[in-house]
């Protein structure tokens, strides 16, 4: 079982930056994959970024690669999540996401493969 709890949104005009932190409390920090999700109102949870428990590896949506990224700090129990050049359509509630030694090389993009989900925090780009 591990508690996530998000943190670092807020307004900022288009062009920004933001940094959201995901502290996670509960089991071995460093045995989890953390993922990054975001959901505008009415549309599908999307993927934003993930980084693998074994190596650090990482993957980005297409939409944010070169401009957010990921890492975590195992001795804070933390990911992190720079996002840079902010865009009015990076408008949504960010949440963050772990699973416990997922076995796949790569972190994973779909949601269905986490297991745990932090409440969200809401980022919005004005133009």
């Known amino acids: 079982q591990v508690q996530l709890v998000e943190s670092g949104g807020g307004l900022v005009q288009a062009g920004g930056s933001l940094r959201l932190s995901c502290v996670a409390a509960?089991?071995?920090?460093?045995?989890?994959?953390m993922g990054w999700f975001r959901q505008a109102p009415g549309q599908e949870r999307e993927f934003v970024a993930a980084i693998s428990w074994r190596d650090g590896s990482t993957d980005y949506a297409d939409s944010v690669k070169g401009r957010f990224t990921i890492s975590r700090d195992n001795a804070k129990s933390t990911v992190y999540l720079q996002m840079n050049s902010l865009k009015p359509e990076d408008t949504a509630v960010y949440c963050c996401a772990a699973v416990y030694r997922i076995l796949s090389r790569a972190p994973p993009a779909l949601p269905s493969k986490y297991d745990y989900w932090g409440q969200g925090t809401q980022v919005t780009v004005s133009s």
């Open positions: 509960g089991r071995t920090f460093s045995s989890y994959s």
